[in-house]
């Protein structure tokens, strides 16, 4: 682990020992901070709380919300739940698979777009729903969609050129 990310973990740590629910809320903050949960970083967390490392993975495996694989930078869930099925969900999922090149619970190539699919997003009056970068979109259509990936990805790629 580089130096800088130690100094990250421990600031993480730092402020989660001793609280209760410290191992979900230093969890979450790791996750929030890497994108993912980093195996070398669930040892440190560990270490210094005192927890086993047994019981960091099985947290870790236990909560949907935690991925221990590496996501991309921007991450884009869509709602597969009933209501948002039958108002034309699975046309999201295949416009924007397709325009990405990827299964549900990849990552592009490129590493900017994680889409993952879930069975309720709590908001099933507005659907069909899907989540960018935590962003609720409602009423979603094909076009909508397709359009804001479309510009998610534009803003990427003027960023690296800056
Ligand atoms: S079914 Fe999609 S938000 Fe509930």
Redesign the pocket.
């Known amino acids: 682990m580089a130096a800088t990310d130690l100094k990250k973990v421990n600031r993480i740590l730092e402020n989660r020992e001793g609280t209760s629910g410290e191992l979900i809320e230093a969890l979450q903050d790791v996750q929030e901070s890497y994108n993912y949960l980093p195996e070398e970083v669930l040892r440190t967390v560990s270490e210094r709380l005192e927890v086993p490392l047994i019981e960091v993975f099985r947290v870790a495996n236990f909560y949907k919300s935690f991925t221990l694989k590496p996501r991309g930078k921007h991450l884009l869930t869509i709602?597969m739940?009933?209501?948002?099925h039958v108002r034309g969900a699975p046309k999201l999922a295949d416009e924007v698979l397709g325009q990405l090149g990827v299964k549900p619970g990849e990552t592009t190539e490129d590493g900017q777009f994680t889409v993952e699919t879930v069975n309720?997003?709590?908001?099933?009056a507005l659907?069909?729903?899907v989540v960018l970068d935590k962003e609720y979109y409602d009423h979603m259509t094909p076009g909508k969609l397709r359009a804001i990936v479309q510009k998610v990805r534009k803003k990427s790629r003027e960023k690296v050129k800056v």
């Open positions: 709602c739940g009933t209501a948002c309720c997003l709590g908001a099933c659907g069909p729903v």
